[in-house]
DNA sequence: CTGGAACCTGTGATTTTTCTGAGAAACACA
DNA sequence: TGTGTTTCTCAGAAAAATCACAGGTTCCAG
């Protein structure tokens, strides 16, 4: 039971309950993450999917108080919305920067938010999402943004592969036995999601609430419709690797199985 | 675990996280650059997007400060601002000289100011760039500047490749397949980012806040039309090597893939 | 075997995103 | 100052992606 497994001891990612692998710090500790927003449900659906993702997090509802967290909690990175009610983005940010000058930042602005105050957002190497955005999108961004800042170990595992498929969420490319295959923006992030999470049956709910956006006010069968889509590319031809369970969902899986 | 990887212990570069080339100073320390500048957007701005390249940043807002921080800091580089409340720009170069002699430095100088107080500068081996300027710009000239300055080792890598397509910044030269094209400057920085992050999805915004001046208030849609622009010189054609993943940004990469 | 539930997928309307032509403005240089 | 180049805006065309709808198929319980 407590056997010296030498990859247990020495790795610096670690299995999770749920069987996906999760970014660790240098140290072993989980990764901190600090969100800022002032609506509470978006702080709570971001807290809660974080925190699956094995993250230990916080949240502030203004600038003043991520400042105040961001201080003793010392985050490895910060998801800040910019709009808050008590002062500008861009000046949290500024104050952020001086306690902790390496912290990246994945900002959160409103779709129809006026271009011109994104400008230089990214350059230091942070990044954004627009609102409303998918709870994949999120992960994945504050995944890389983690990934990048050297905060994490782990660093070069930008690829995902189950059997011989692979996802590579730098390039965004998708290759399956070593054909390579188009997929949309959409199709990318179920993929993603599915690859995530293998020999696992995620439910149509699940699916939902995780490719696609908070607001997403659709038919539930747009999962149905994209599965579809997906095996067309993936499975075409070959031994299928997404699978459906009846009244439960699909999972995907290497084909030789 | 600790085995003696020799290149690990006397390379002088590294990769980054990110995947591109750092550059180290001889003993294998991260490059080191002081940033002087009154207005605090702009420190910030450079330090953000310095601190990416992996480099160490310090900055001050005055004369006083730069020389002070220059003394026990020792910076490899130093991005100095010609209008500073204190003192004047040549003032503040003619005692940093005298602590460090061979410091190169990178000035800022506004748009209009007079040309001849500019002459000269550059006599030394430095550099200038105006305001408003862009960050790649910025990162190449410093980076040249610490290149010949001899502070950091891997000085003949100023050649960018890219499969058949070759990108020389020290002349400003670009080839695919032999053959030569002809940039004009926006088209030459917009490609030099591309090529420095190969098989990256790059974002408008990312684009935008990097090729673009921090000022650029204009339409996003500038970076499809340089896009377009390079697509016509570059891919002209030939098998393409830029590729557009909607919803998501641009990337390049060797046509053979 | 049969009916209903769950799932799959073709079609096409709608929306979003990207591309590009034309020309105005800014600029560089002789 | 004039000319050619470069940068950028605007607007419409083209392409691609997203999604609703609906008819068809598969599965399973009874």
Redo the contacts between chains.
Sequence with gaps: MFSEDPDKV?SMTTTSPQGRTELLRPDGSPVRVLVVDDELSITELLSMALRYEGWQIRSAGDGTGALQTARDFRPDAVVLDMMLPDMDGLTVL?RL?RDL??VPVLFLTAKDAV??R?????????D?VTKPFSLEEVVARLRGLI????AADR??DSVLVVGDLMLDE????VSRGGDNIHL??TEFELLRFLMRNPRRVLSKAQILDRVWSYDFGGQANVVELYISYLRRKIDAGREPMIHTRRGAGYLIKPAAS
């Design positions: 020495s500024g920067r000058p390496d271009e011109d994104i400008a230089g957002l990214t350059a230091g190497g942070d954004y990934r990048r800042s050297g660093r070069s730098d390039s965004h490319e949309t923006a």
